[in-house]
Structures are given as C-alpha cells and as structure tokens.
C-alpha cells in the first residue's frame, strides 16, 4: 500500500524495500536515502527499533511511521524518539502518506538551511569582530569614534560624560570605541553596564574587581541597555587594562548584538517549539505550551485563533506576562469581536493565506481599527508597537491564524522576525493537523471496535434469537414423528411449530428491512391511509399477549383532520413494534396508554407503559441497530434490537419523528411518534386513480380474491426448484387444489418439459446453480410455441425490492418471497392464471 501510494504521487521516486536484516544493514552503511517510512508491527522486529536505528545513525534523516497497528502510547513515544510524522494504514488516510512525506523532506530541508544560515552567520560574526579588532589597532575606530562625537554635539570624550550610554545608542546601531584613564565617561559605562547586567542574571562587579585585573588582562560582558524610548539593546562590553608607568588606562569596545541575540533566541524557540510540537498528540495542549514559549522572547502578545471543523473560528489562547493586561485582551475581544469583512488583519490572513507584518504600529492605524472611542482608549493603552499575522497552513488548508505583537519591549519585526513567525506557524500547523488526524483516526477506530463488538453480539443474539423457535420446532416435529398420537397434543405441536416459524420469518424480515435500510432501497406503497384503523389492528392482534399478563390497557383514539400520506403496512410495522415492546417490557398487571391526537398539523401516536424504564446513559443510543440495554447472557429479553431502529427509519421515511422518554429504570418509558398530515381536501383524492403509487402485490392478491372461489382445477403447472422438500410442499399444496404439476430439479430438467409439453402456469426458483431463474425464464421465452407466453411466478429467498424489479423486468408476472405462505400461494397462482369464480 505505501508503496503503491508513494508511486502515485511521485513519479521520479526511487524506493529500496526493507525485508530483513541484512537489507537494513546494508541500507544504514550506504546511507542513500532522503526519508525512511517504516510500518510498526515488522515480522523481524518493531518500527520503533527501526526509527531509532536510523536516528542513530542519521540523527537528520527523517522518518514516517505508516501503521495500523499501533496506538496513542506508541506514537508518543515515536514521537519523543524523534519521528517525523505518524500516518495511519486505512483506506480513509492511506492518501496522507504522500503528503507526510513531502512535508517531512521540506521541513528536513529547511532546517538544513537555517543550521547552514546560522552556521554563515557566526562566521560574518567572527569576521566582523576580527576586523573590528584590526580596525581598533590601525587607529581608524578611534577617528570614526570623533566624528561620532562630533555628530552628536561633542567635541570631547570628557564632553560625552554627560551623555548616558543608551542615549548614545539611541543614535548610533553598531558600536562605540572609548580609551581613557577612568574618565567620567568610563565610569559611567561601567555603573550602566552592571545596572544593566543585573537584569539579566550576570552578578556586577565590586569596584576593587577593576583594580584586581592584571595588565594587558582583557574582561568581556553581555547585557542590555533600555534606550529612552523603552526598546531595549543587547550590547557586549570589551575592556581592557594596561599599565603604563603605574597608571590604568582604560582601551574598550562596546558593541550593539542585537540582531545576533535575536538569531539565537529565534533559534533556541524553533527548536524548543519542535520538541513541545513533537512530544504529544495532544494537539491543544502543545499549542498552549508553544504560546507561552513565544512570550517574552519573540513577542510581548502571542495570539492564537484556530479554525474548528466547522469553521467556525475559536481564540484558542492569549498569552502576556501580565494576567491583567491578558483579561483585558479577552474583554476586548468579548466587547469587540473580529470583524470579518474587515480588509486587513486576520480575517483577511484567512481569507487570503498571505502573512501581514507591520514594522511600526502608527496611532493611525489605531484609529481605523476601533470600532469607537472607548476601543481606541483601550487600544492605544495596550501601547502596541509592531505586529506579525501570521496563517497556520498544512497540506493546503488554513487552519488558524497566529499573531504576534510586541508593545513594552519596543520591538520592530522585520522580515527575519517574519520568517521565524511563519516556521513557527508552520510547525504549529502540522501540529494541529497531524493531532486532529490522530483524533479521527481514533474516532473511526473506537467507532469500527463499537460496531465489532455490537457485531458479535448481534450476531450471538441472532444465533440465540433463531435457535430458540427452531429448537420448539425440531423438537415438537419430532415427537410428532414418533411418540405422539393424542389429537388435541398434535394440534398443540402443530400450533407451536407454526408460532415459532412465524416468528424465525418475523427475524429474517426484519434483518432485510435493516438491510433495505443500510443501503436506502427500503420501499412503500404509498396512498393516504386513516390512523385509527391501522392502530385498533394491532391492539387487536397483541390482545392476547396483553390479557396473558393482565395488563390494563387505556386506549383513546381522537379524531384527526386528514390522512396520513404513507405505506399502510409499514405504518402498522411502527405501531406493532412500539406496542408489542410496550407488552414485552411491562410486568403483570402494569399499565399501557396508547393515544392519538391532533397538534397542529401532525398525528401524534403516544405508547406509554410502567415497564422496566430505560437508564440515562442508554436513552441516547436506543434507536441504534443492533443496541440493546442489556446485550449479556443473562438477559430477562429476547430481541435482535432493531425493532426501534426499523421503527425511527420508518417514521423519518414519512416525514416524521419518534422520541423516547424515560424518567429511568424501572419508571416506565414513553414513545411518540410524529406524523405529517394531509390536508383534508388531499386526503379525500384517489391516489391510485391519479396513478400516484400502486398498492403492493400481495394486498391486490388479497383484493382481489377476498370475495372469490379460488379454482385450480386442471391446470398444468411446472415447479421448478433445487430443494427437493420445497418442491414436495408446492406439488402437494397445488394438487390439493386440484392442478397437474411437473416438477424439475434444474433449468436442465426444465427445459426438456418446456420442449415436450404445454403449461397454464410457471413456477420458478431464482437462487439455482448452474443456471438460474432469470436464465431459465430468458430461455423459454425465446422458443416458438404456446409457452413462449406463459405467465410466470418467481419464487426466492432473496426477499428484496431489488430483486422483485428484477424478476419484473425480466419477465416474471409475480413475485413470491419464500417461506411460502399456502393460502397466499394459491392465491397468487389462481389470480395469473384467471382462475377466480365469483362468490354469490
């Protein structure tokens, strides 16, 4: 698959397989690769041991982890080991393994370019200082250092003494030179040097530290100086004391690091953002922690707003050392919120992926950024400076926006600053992206676990649910074989047999109507059909189930304004579902309310019981298929649990609703479903008149014969079916009624009596080898002859609309789902073949 994948997205890749040993040591001692992707789960060994193998050896060499059989705890520590990315091994986000492996080459990439850049640039450092030091020797710093003197009004060094340090540096960007035997001006530089110094952790010196250094001894120190205008200046001090007739003179340097600190804090923070960013999938919380690494050392404000799934825009964190001036922020943005037809700023980041920098923070621009004056108030309080906006992007797609915004420190951001802004944000991206992954992949794996496991209990219940009917009637069929002779036990058995293989039917049909459903085939007949009577069937057929248990059963049925537009028998599966539920779950002598009502425009059906009540943490989930309270061995009910599932679906496909409510186990539970009506003027249209739907085939049947004689005599009838018990039911169910049939185990056998004799009627199996119904019907149709125009039955175990059109277009007149009901057999077979005398 990875294979396969690379291939695909790269067209020039040149790919080595790792299948032992032996070709891993021989790939680790020529080193001709760019990128290892290696699986977890290795017949040799495990990925982890590989990644740190090649870490080992090429610690800037990356590596992708491609997997499906590893978990939070591995990729974490893979992480921590150093790799790269984390992809996993599904058909969903097999696709992402190109686009991590690009992503990894390219961050590889420019890491080398910034280790060569910083590599370059303490090189123009180390020149710069040599040649400051040749400059210093030759006497030309010095002249340069008197002209500086001159530019800022002073024609002395002991004139300078009344100009403090970072007043100098205010005009001056690079360095001063200043020689002396401890002139004012010296002195002054050493009170503001160890001032300074202190702030930043290096101890001052005593005053005797300057007596105490030794001729030609040169003395080195780092520190910052805070200009008058509040930005602040990295500076390194130079001295040195030689002795000259017993005197001290003083030759020193003082040059301006800024920008070289600000190089070296940039890369210190890449490199600890990379080891937060790596360390956790836990996107949110390594967001948070790289935030708060940007603030002080790249920003006095890091902002950062991240796009949700829905893309819907969310301020993910604020960060200011000061937690007033951070609720401030917060209040600001509650008060004033991002306005996204701005033309600038984040929305417009968003909108065009493109970075903003604004080296200089002008009142201006204040101005046309608040929405009113007490906005510009806060604004200008804030004391803004300068500001990069920066777009968090990953494969493509703009997850967020990162902003960065110095005030007190008086920093001005250039585009150096903007690169580290946008490598950081890129990082940050992956992060969210690569954490936003993991947390679907984990989704799509607990949800494929949940459907595993719901599986394997569904499919126990299932072998329970149909074992139990087939064992009353495997075991009363064969008593009634060989013990039982007693009349009144043999109608007892017989009546058994017939309730459980009604029920194992009742078990198949739901399954396919679930099946119907998965793949949106389920259909209905529809016609306007009147509420009242659907309901009063099934209370009537559920009666004795409900006197067994001498349930009192409250019924009221109110008049409703118009019909229901729907499938009749379907609307009857909803309420038989619901009330026999009802029954099932209620103990003796409960109570059952069953009400329809009028709201508005809609029917609302209510079944209400004092059952065993449904638990809060499985309301949620019971309308799910395959869901079931409790799924244990030990259960009190039976069930497949889809009888609810059937029963949403089937009210959804009728513009409806169903709720359920429970005030907890053992407190009874209550459903209602929700059912658009017609307007009475629609409801009093014939729809089958207007050719809208038709009625199913079996109610035409019924229809059609209710008021008739039903008549076989005579008739010839070919059955053809591979299950020779099959076929000794038809032929006796046929004959009793008075047909001619010849039956055939195959199309072969078939055929030959299509050749060699006439038919009224074909009765033909779909499911057969070799050659099947749809075959044999093809076949007949297509000889010259009385036969060719046969009308014919299809009769199947593959019970589905689908295969009904199926069996329709190929030619069959009717269509017969097994188990085969008798009377409706008879029925179908004496309507085709125009057999149905008039009861007067």
């Not at 600038?344 to 493109?354: E, I, M, P, S, W």
């Not at 906006?389 to 926006?401: T, Y």
Request: net charge negative.
């Amino acid at each position: 698959m990875a294979i396969r994948e690379l291939k695909r997205e790269f067209a020039d890749i040149q790919i080595e397989e790792i299948k032992n040993p032996q070709d891993l040591a021989q790939a680790l001692e020529k080193g001709i690769f760019d990128i290892v992707v290696t699986d977890y789960q290795i017949l040799w060994t495990d990925g982890l041991t590989i990644l740190r193998t090649f870490k080992q050896r090429y610690p800037n060499r990356p590596v992708v982890m491609f997997t499906s059989s590893g978990s939070q705890e591995v990729a974490v520590e893979a992480m921590k080991s150093g790799l790269d990315d984390y992809v996993l091994k599904s058909p969903k986000h097999s696709s992402r393994l190109a686009t991590a492996v690009k992503l990894a080459v390219e961050r590889t990439e420019a890491r080398h370019k910034a280790a060569h850049l910083e590599i370059r640039l303490n090189s123009l450092l180390n020149q710069l200082e040599v040649g400051v030091f040749r400059a210093t020797l030759d006497g030309q710093l010095l002249e340069a250092n008197h002209a500086f003197l001159h530019l800022i009004g002073v024609s002395t060094l002991s004139q300078a003494q009344n100009f403090h340090l970072s007043e100098i540096f205010c005009c001056s960007q690079d360095m001063v030179h200043y020689q002396g035997e401890r002139s004012p001006f010296a002195e002054r530089l050493s009170t503001t040097r160890y001032a300074n110094a202190e702030k930043v952790g290096v101890p001052p010196s005593p005053e005797a530290d300057l007596q105490a250094l030794q001729p030609n001894q040169l003395r080195t120190a780092e520190g910052k100086l805070h200009r008058p205008d509040g930005t602040i200046l990295w500076v390194k001090w130079s001295e040195t004391l030689t002795n000259v007739d017993g005197e001290v003179v003083i030759d020193g340097l003082v040059e301006n690091i800024t920008n070289r600190k600000r190089s070296e804090e940039a890369l210190q923070l890449l490199a600890q953002a990379g080891a937060v960013l790596n360390s956790s999938l836990d996107y949110e919380k390594t967001l948070a922690n790289v935030a708060d690494l940007t603030v002080p050392s790249l920003a006095d404000w890091c902002v950062l707003d991240v796009l949700e799934e829905d893309d819907s825009m969310r301020r993910f964190a604020v960060v200011h050392q000061d937690p007033a001036k951070v609720e401030l922020a917060r209040e600001l943005q509650r008060r004033y919120p991002i306005n996204p037809n701005t033309p600038h700023g984040v929305t417009n980041v968003l909108r065009t992926k493109q970075s903003e920098i604004y080296p200089i923070i002008t009142d201006e621009q204040l101005v046309v950024s608040a929405s009113d004056a007490e906005h510009l108030h806060i604004l200008r309080e804030l004391g803004l400076k300068s500001a990069m906006i920066v777009p968090l992007l990953a494969r493509g797609r703009i997850l967020g926006v990162l902003t960065l915004i110095a005030s007190e420190s008086g920093r001005t951001y250039n585009s150096f600053d903007l690169s580290i802004a946008e490598e950081l944000a890129t990082r940050a991206a992956l992060a969210i992206d690569n954490g936003r992954l993991y947390l679907v992949a984990q989704r799509d794996r607990t949800t494929a676990e949940t459907a595993s496991r719901l599986k394997d209990e569904f499919l126990a219940t299932l072998s329970h649910e149909l074992r139990t009917p087939l064992n009353a009637i495997l075991g009363w069929s064969q008593m009634l074989l060989n013990k039982i002779s007693n009349s009144s036990t043999s109608r007892r058995a017989l009546e058994t047999i017939v309730r459980n293989a009604k029920a194992q039917t009742q078990i198949v049909e739901d399954i396919l109507d679930v099946s119907q459903i998965i793949r949106g085939k389920l259909p209905l007949q529809v016609v306007p059909v009147d509420l009242v009577p659907i309901i009063k069937t099934v209370i009537i057929s559920l009666h004795p189930a409900i006197t067994a248990k001498a349930i009192h059963l409250e019924v009221h049925l109110n008049l409703v304004e118009g019909k229901v537009l729907g499938d009749a028998a379907r609307l009857q599966q909803i309420f038989w579902n619901l009330l026999s539920n009802a029954v099932k779950f209620t103990p003796q002598s409960g109570d059952i309310l069953v009400q329809l009502a009028q709201v508005d425009t809609e029917a609302h059906i209510i079944v209400q019981d004092t059952g065993i009540g449904i638990s809060a943490e499985f309301l949620p989930f019971v309308f799910d298929r395959f869901r079931q309270a409790d799924g244990s061995t030990t259960r009190f009910y039976g069930g497949l649990g889809l009888g609810l599932a059937i029963v949403r679906h089937l009210a959804e496909l009728h513009g409806g609703t169903v709720e359920a409510a429970s005030l907890g186990e053992g407190q009874g539970a209550t459903f209602t479903v929700k059912l658009p009506l017609m307007p009475k003027q629609s409801s009093d249209r014939n729809y089958l008149a207007e050719g809208n739907t038709t009625m199913s085939h079996g109610s035409q049947i019924h229809h059609q014969t209710q008021n008739h004689e039903l008549c076989l005599t005579d008739l010839r009838i070919l059955v053809v079916d591979d299950e020779a018990d099959l076929r000794e039911l038809l032929t006796f169910i046929l004959e009793q009624e008075g047909a001619q049939v010849v039956v055939a185990a195959s199309a072969q056998e078939a055929m030959v009596a299509v050749c060699n004799s006439q038919f009224n009627l074909f009765v033909f199996d779909i499911g057969m080898p070799e050659e099947n119904g749809y075959m044999l019907l093809s076949r007949v149709r297509s000889l010259e002859g009385h036969n060719r125009h046969t009308p014919a039955i299809a009769l199947t175990a593959y019970a589905s609309e689908e295969y009904r059109q199926q069996a329709l277009a190929v030619g069959f007149q009717q269509y017969i789902a097994k188990p085969v009901e008798p009377d409706e057999f008879v029925a179908a077979v004496a309507h085709l073949a125009g057999r149905l005398k008039q009861n007067l």
